[in-house]
Nanobody
């Protein structure tokens, strides 16, 4: 059994910053690509940022230059540093990862989501 648990969401004023964390736990051998998705009210879930096992990153145009994805492989944790936040960044943020389990199976997992609200 593998779990992804996000933390760090909350209410922040426009222009402010938040740091999200997502920790993976359970029967894990390796974690490959990790992603942060987000879903705003009434909209489809969208990919915000991606990081590979060796640290290569990719960002949606809407967050490029403001968000930074990083990971600590020793802690099985991925982070999303969000700066210069805008009201349009308001969404539930989800962690997603491709995990090779000790049962020798590759499975894609989702976290439960954490709410980020940007408002004055």
């Amino acid at each position: 059994q593998v779990q992804l648990v996000e933390s760090g969401g909350g209410l922040v004023q426009p222009g402010g910053s938040l740091r999200l964390s997502c920790a993976a736990s359970g029967s894990i051998s390796d974690i490959f690509t990790m992603h942060w998705f987000r879903q705003a009210p009434g909209k489809q879930r969208e990919l915000a940022a991606t990081i590979t096992y060796d640290g290569r990153t990719n960002y949606a145009d809407s967050v490029k230059g403001r968000f930074t994805i990083s990971r600590d492989n020793a802690k099985n944790t991925v982070y999303l540093q969000m700066n210069s936040l805008k009201p349009e960044d308001t969404a539930v943020y989800y962690c997603n990862a491709d995990i090779w389990g000790r049962n020798q199976r590759l499975v894609n997992y989702w976290g439960q989501g954490t709410q980020v609200t940007v408002s004055s």
